[in-house]
């Protein structure tokens, strides 16, 4: 059954040249499948060429802030939630919510966008072995902003800016 069929779906909030967008998208539901489309992005890799980030999320659905704020707390429960995504291109950082708890982790857009290229290196890799690579690099590169204060990541050694939460 495909993701369509099941009605799953996830939130985005991309932040990119000062401008936010929030919506919904039933097509790019989980994190590989965001990471993938954003390194597509990034790359020049789409078909259509994309001005900016959210114009590549194909078939999203605009929301309110409303709506994506009741998404963020809970408050608005709805279990064919997948993930919440905020991506703040300006910044370079993506932010990604597990539903399950509503906790919060961060991550540099670079170190995102490597690890789905690794996982897509292999061109006849399943999607199942491809989500193992994907998570096995992405693992342990997490920034911490809880104290305020700005991690290097592994990647470049340089400092990431926090992302800002809605």
């Known amino acids: 059954m495909s993701k369509q069929q099941t009605g799953e779906f996830a939130v985005y909030h991309i932040h990119e040249n000062g ?4 919506f919904r998208s039933d097509i790019f539901v989980n994190t590989l499948m965001a990471a993938n489309r954003y390194r597509l992005y990034k790359n020049g890799e789409l078909t259509d060429h994309s001005a900016t980030f959210a114009d590549a999320i194909i078939g999203a659905e605009k929301i309110s802030l409303k709506k994506y704020s009741a998404a ?3 408050t608005d429960y709805d279990q064919r939630l997948s993930a919440i995504y905020e991506f ?3 910044s370079g950082v993506i932010s990604i919510c597990d539903v399950s708890d509503h906790s919060w982790k961060t991550y ?14 292999q061109s006849d890799a399943s999607y199942e072995r491809r989500c193992e690579i994907f998570y096995g690099d992405i693992l342990g590169k997490e920034i911490d902003l809880s104290a305020g204060t ?8 340089e400092s990431e800016a926090p992302t800002m939460r809605m």
């Open 88 to 90: 703040d291109i300006d």
């Open 19 to 22: 401008n936010d967008s929030l």
């Open 150 to 157: 700005e991690t290097p990541t592994e990647d470049d050694g």
């Open 108 to 121: 540099s857009l670079n170190s995102f966008s490597k690890a789905a290229e690794k996982a897509y290196e």
């Open 72 to 74: 963020c707390d809970g």
